[in-house]
């Protein structure tokens, strides 16, 4: 048979081990065959990936791309280069646009508008506010890979539904064999806080990470459990930022319920004094805090409770993310091409092994959304998706190089050690060294559900 592609020479990486001597063949998109190295001569394309490891390709289930609304932030085409050039081979997009992806309607433009700019593949998260609860069915219909809840307030101002809509939304999400992802921030805890700080005459950095303290995160995350729990409803926790969260997450999971959690590489790696140092950039939601929060987020990822990472990439101006006032700042950065690097330099500093990463970051997320095993795994019959790194490669994070539309990163001029270089999507060869190549080919993936 002749293969699409074949990738000869590399060491195979899943959760469970690392192994050489076998290459992978690709046709029509999906893995055709797995084999003793040299048993496939016959292909249009070939890699060698001599001295590399092959991954399934990484997912990164949290990122902005702003499209339809903000796309002098981002857009499809800008914020899938950025993802493949990082490595990033599937995306789950968030519905904070304008309008809210939040009914059929939408959703059906959104897909229609990225279709043909994609250099990955991607699901669509879609946003439940009130009135739409009774939408969800339709959603699930019109391809909603994941719903999400804004229970705390953040940017596009995307409206909580009140806890008994939330109720609500978890029973009728149960029936769709999907996942809600919640935003875990409580707002009146937050009002409280911001106007006691507003008051004070605050506006540094800071006054940002004490206006969001953890008890904001906890409260939230804690009632988002015990409705999901009562619903019987899958649920995600995005963005897990506090040693509280932590524990819930822990607890629940404990007692046997279907809830999973993110965290993103900069809650792991920068704590809020680097705030001090590069100012209100760094302002995210929820924030960065203390060393010892990271270090129970560590902790919650060692031991499988925190089971995900994402970035939460969320581009803005220069003009919204420079300002002395810390309540004028935009909340959010880049992080969808820097995080396969920032996560591979902790695999060769020994703090996590390079399977656990790849559990973390291709099958977690795609068992988690409904995408397993056609993401997240290198079997045959699986897509032809792979993330092929070298972990001795170094290099230095420069956000003036990131291919987003806006590129401010507190990680700009990090050292990392190990790199993605090669992102292939189905079979086609998207980025080689960092830099894009090929067409865009992405394309909308959709959850594999059993109503
Ligand atoms: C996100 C954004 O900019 O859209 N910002 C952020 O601080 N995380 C919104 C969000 O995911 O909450
Ligand atoms: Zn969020």
Known sequence: MKFDLVIRNGRIVSPQRTYAGDDIAVKDGKIAAIDRSGSFSDSKKTIDAAGKYILPGIIDAHVHF???GYEYKEDFGTGSTAAACGGVTTVMDMPNNLPF???PAALKEKLRKI???AYVDY???VAIVGETVELIPALARAGANVFKIFMGSTVGGVPAPDDGGMLRAFERVRETGLRVGVHAEN????DYFTTKLKAAGRTDPLAHVEARPAVAEAEAVQRAILLARTAGCRLHICHLSSREGVVLVRAARAGGMDVSA???PHYLLLDENYMKKVGGIMKINPPVRSRDHAEALWQGILDGTIGMIDTDHSPHSREEKFNDDIWKVSPGFVGVE???PLMLTQVNAGRLSLNHYVKLAAENPARAFNLYPRKGAIAVGSDGDFTIVDLDREGTIDGNKLHSRNTV???DGWKVKGMPVYAVVRGNIVMKDGEIVGRPKGRHIKAIVRF
């Not at 707002?187 to 937050?190: C, D, E, K």
């Open 262 to 264: 993110e965290t993103g």
């Open 66 to 68: 702003r499209e339809p």
């Open 409 to 411: 990163t507190p990680f």
């Open 187 to 190: 707002n009146p805890i937050m």
């Open 123 to 125: 699901g669509l998260v």
């Open 338 to 340: 820097t995080t396969v």
């Open 115 to 117: 279709k043909s700019k």
């Open 101 to 103: 992806c939040s009914t």
